[in-house]
């Protein structure tokens, strides 16, 4: 445990070159909390700005029982990965558009943010305190948690006095048990995970609390996961619990557009491009139900998911497949995109910062 093993001091410069790696069962990673050495911790009032954080151990937060944030849901989360690199070296993927993911979702959410600057110097800073905990190349990565919320206090509804910008680690592996193996989705029929004008667009809790009844009944059921429609029409793909979804369909690449009810996710953008490079044609609008169980292929992509294919898609009760293994357009794509993410194919798209 965390308090048995010595920690190199901070102030030993030499500490992220000499590091060695933590003392854990490196194989088969999943996607749980390992706790880490550090957390990053910067605070601001309402109307005020962050200036400087600072870097605690690892550990329980205090709260006051009023924060806005316990009583109003006043909070934000990102999801970004570092990878260690075969010369040791560390690559983090895009972390700017986490800042700016972020700061939008704080607009919306009347919270205070960090600078690009201070959110991506404050993640390196987390990501080299606690570079131990980095998986050796090939075995996962460094799940990075920026938090943002309001944690001073409230009754009345109103935004919180002071907001919090925290960050915490931990490596993991496959986000799913199937790992690269396709998984099994339930279209949900009744609930819904965003409407218009909400917050479906933002990386706000509460859409993640939202989703968890549907997603526990899925589970029961066998399912990996929940695939949401549009509350309108009831029609149109939304996204699954943690993820975005694209439907393959010969040469074609489809999925749902940014219209304010899904969640702009990077790994999504970043599939986009790479799709658009490899030849095929992507295009970001309504795809109904009705084209996705006509599919050839579908995958997920998120930060966690990276890119999952998708076996099965369960609707009404009729359940429609898409082969055993991993679809090659999705395969090609995973590929493509984590060579680039773990520093094994050059960085034409200059997405990678290396640490
Ligand atoms: C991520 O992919 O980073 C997310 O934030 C999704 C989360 C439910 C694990």
């Known amino acids: 445990s965390l308090s048995l093993r010595p920690t190199p001091s901070l102030s030993n410069a030499s500490y992220s070159q000499t590091v060695e790696l933590a003392d854990i069962e490196w194989d088969n990673l999943g996607f749980g909390l390992q706790p880490t050495d550090y957390m990053y911790i910067m605070k601001c009032q309402q109307g005020g700005t962050f200036s400087k954080g600072e870097l605690k151990r690892f550990g329980n937060i205090e709260l006051n029982p009023s924060a806005g944030v316990l009583n109003y849901g006043q909070g934000l989360f990102e999801g970004l990965k570092a990878y260690r690199k075969e010369d040791g070296n560390i690559l983090l993927f895009r972390p700017e558009e ?4 972020l ?81 099994n989705l339930i279209i949900e029929n009744e609930l819904h995970r965003a409407t218009p004008g909400g917050t479906g667009g933002v990386k706000t809790i509460g859409n993640y609390a939202a989703v968890l009844k549907a997603q526990s009944a899925a589970k029961a059921k066998g399912y990996s996961d929940v695939l949401y429609l549009d509350c309108v029409h009831k029609k149109y793909l939304e996204e699954v619990s943690s993820c975005n979804i694209f439907v393959v369909k010969g040469n074609n690449i489809s999925t749902p557009a940014i219209k304010g009810t899904i969640l702009p996710g990077i790994t999504r953008k970043s599939i986009i491009d790479v799709a658009r490079n490899q030849g095929f044609q992507v295009e970001e609008r309504q795809v109904s139900v009705d084209e996705l169980l006509d599919a050839d292929e579908v995958f997920c992509t998120g930060t966690a998911v990276v890119v999952s294919p998708v076996g099965s898609v369960t609707y009404h009760g009729k359940r429609v497949s898409y082969g055993e293994g991993i679809g090659a357009v999705s395969q090609q794509l995973y590929n493509t995109l984590t060579r680039l993410q773990m520093g094994l194919t050059e960085d034409v798209m200059n997405w990678t910062l290396e640490l």
């Open 103 to 183: 700061q939008m979702g704080a607009e919306r959410m009347c919270m205070p943010f960090p600078t690009v600057d201070q959110f991506v110097q404050s993640v390196k800073d987390t990501v080299l305190a606690n570079k131990r905990w980095i998986p050796p190349t090939g075995k996962g990565s460094l799940y990075i948690r920026p938090l943002l919320m309001g944690s001073g206090p409230v009754l009345g509804l109103a935004p919180a006095p002071e907001y919090t910008f925290l960050i915490y680690v931990s490596p993991v592996g496959n986000y799913f048990k199937e790992g690269l193996a396709p998984i």
């Open 98 to 101: 986490n800042a700016l993911r």
